[in-house]
């Protein structure tokens, strides 16, 4: 969990440290093509592994689903790399629709596990969603991380207002604060990247932004140095747009992240 200085330890992976994870997302429609897209990540290619569970067929409204496809990568991941499970709401740019109530019960699922324990190491929990308090309380009292996150596909709000998300992010008792936006111009890419240094000078817990599309590939590659600790990338199936290949994204990082004088 969230230490005194402010990084998330999960497993092998320590988030908010001086170079950004890599998070590799999973998008599959059962639990067998999960795992074997998990397994087909080269070793050393992702820190953190994202299963998208909302496209999984069915797992709105099955929470054995949900339950067997964690179970399922989970067993196929190296045990030093966490796993955070994710339904992306039809709201936030998710695969299929799920009700209040839905959203919930997946959510839960992943918090409870088949047999009361839970197997993923975080869960995500859109900010928008109603009972987004309880939520992560529930996945609190689990052993589980919380990512807060929220989405505009549509728009980049001003600095302030991101700054302003990612702070009831942290009062709601987020692990980690994600928010992702969809720039329109350079400006609304600076504006992310100053909203994300804004909140992470003084943050107490990691927070990860991301600009989507072409014009956000910049906070995708140098995002760290503006203090996101984490980045996503693609090994196969993209999960959002603008996303990098694993492969391009690792050989970058370095550059941008060498000691002083290396």
Do not use: N, W
């Amino acid at each position: 969990m969230t230490t005194s200085d402010g990084v998330l330890r999960l497993r092998g992976a320590v988030l908010g440290g001086a170079v950004p994870l890599v998070c590799v997302p999973v998008v599959a429609p059962d639990p067998d093509a999960a795992a074997r897209a998990t397994r087909a990540i080269p070793a050393g290619m992702a820190d953190v592994v994202e299963l998208r569970l909302d496209h999984l067929v069915g797992a709105a409204g099955d929470p054995g689903v949900v339950h067997a496809a964690v179970g399922a990568v989970r067993a196929a991941l190296p045990d030093g790399v966490p796993l955070l499970a994710t339904f992306r709401s039809a709201r936030e740019g998710g695969a299929q629709p799920a009700d209040d109530a839905a959203y919930a019960t997946v959510v839960d699922a992943v918090a409870g596990g088949p047999h009361g324990a839970p197997v993923a190491d975080a869960v995500d929990v859109e900010l928008a969603a109603p009972g987004a308090a309880a939520l992560v309380a529930r996945a609190h009292a689990a052993g589980l991380a919380v990512v807060v996150s929220h989405h505009d596909f549509d728009a980049t709000p001003a600095a302030g207002e991101v700054v302003a998300v990612l702070r009831r992010q942290r009062d709601l008792g987020a692990d980690v604060c994600k928010v992702a936006v969809m720039p329109h111009d350079a400006d609304d890419v600076l504006a992310l990247l100053t909203a994300t240094r804004t909140f992470a000078r003084d943050a107490d817990r990691p927070v990860v932004t991301v600009a989507m599309g072409r014009l956000g590939l910049v906070t995708r590659l140098a995002g760290g140095v503006f203090g996101s600790a984490m980045t996503f990338a693609s090994v196969g199936t993209a999960s959002a747009p603008g996303q990098v290949d694993a492969a391009v994204l690792r050989e970058v990082l370095p550059l941008l992240h060498a000691p002083d004088g290396a």
